[in-house]
């Protein structure tokens, strides 16, 4: 059998099983032509080892790789190809020690307000309105930056409150029920869209200043200059500071949150969190869970509570 066969059949059953695998395709497609594509019995360790300690590859890199190959060695086992040579072992690969920007009240309100200084200034491409729209959707429906990107016109049905997603990281369609306050900003930003451009059902939702759709390049960009307007910064260098992403993070801290103060049984809570953010299950939840100094104080002042219900009864 040859490689470039086996690397097929595994990404096929990996994607049937629901993960997208577009990098891990490309670094086993790469290790294929690495290789030249050999039969599995004429795979030589050399090779391999060449393949992961490329020149200039960072350990990150190389780690990222070892993982995509040792998923392709497993997947050989079970089908009873052994003939491949075992994985280099790599040096640990330290912990990243990077922690999701969770958003203030004042830091949301500060971007919104920096949204038409800078979109004011030429040549912007998406306009104030669009990009307010645009960070509420993400952070009040707790979006990824692709899902919000991909929708169509028909995907946001205002009357009802649901925000269709489809396609997701999972292959998986979801329905996302949004609150009147969302539903009002995206009615005013449809309307001021469609003064200018007016569209079918099947059009993108969220367009730039020209009619196109966003991107996510154009978008990220328009971001930067957005959170440095606004002053929202922390400590670090560039691929430390606050990210679009950190949106849809800080919408499922504040949601813990809310129950935490609310004295809400989060047992019962946390599976639709799960279900809301399109997770599926829980496992992945817990990393958008990131602790603040306002959610320890909350869990602090849950756990007195019930230890002092305990001990006066």
Not at 142 to 156: F, K, P, S, Y
Request: charged share 25%; proline share 6%.
């Amino acid at each position: 059998m040859k490689l470039s066969t086996l690397i097929t059949d595994y990404l096929a059953y990996r994607r049937a099983l629901g993960n997208r695998f577009i990098v891990e395709g490309f670094i086993l497609r790469s290790f294929s032509r690495h290789l030249g594509s050999p039969e599995l019995d004429d795979i030589d360790g050399e090779r391999v080892h060449s393949f992961l300690f490329q020149r200039c590859t960072t350990l990150d890199t190389t780690a990222r790789k070892r993982r995509a190959l040792a998923g392709l060695y497993r997947y050989a086992l079970t089908r009873r190809h052994r003939a491949l040579p075992p994985l280099p072992v790599l040096p640990r690969v330290p912990q990243s020690s990077f922690v999701p920007y969770i958003y203030s009240r004042d830091d949301l309100r500060g971007l919104l307000d920096a949204a038409p200084k800078i979109c004011a200034v030429r040549p912007s491409l998406i306009e104030d309105y669009a990009l307010q729209a645009l960070l509420l959707t993400l952070y009040g429906a707790g979006l990824r930056l692709g899902e919000a990107l991909a929708l169509n016109c028909a995907d946001v049905d205002l009357q009802e409150a649901v925000i269709t997603v489809r396609d997701t990281k999972f292959f998986k369609t979801r329905l996302v029920p949004i609150g009147q306050g969302l539903v009002r900003v995206l009615a005013a930003y449809r309307s001021r869209r469609e003064l200018r451009h007016r569209g079918p059902p099947g059009a993108p939702f969220f367009r730039l200043r020209n009619g196109a759709p966003m991107n996510k390049h154009v978008v990220e960009r328009t971001f930067c200059r957005l959170r440095a307007a606004a002053s929202v910064q922390r400590d670090g260098g560039p691929r430390q500071q606050p990210r679009l992403h950190d949106l849809r993070h800080t919408a499922a801290v504040h949601r813990l949150l809310r129950w935490y103060k609310d004295g809400d049984d989060l047992q019962q809570q946390l599976p639709r969190l799960a279900t809301y953010l399109g997770h599926k299950d829980l496992s992945a939840t817990q990393r958008y869970l990131t602790l603040t100094p306002q959610l320890l104080r909350a869990a602090s002042q849950r756990f007195e509570h019930y230890a002092m219900e305990n001990h006066y009864e």
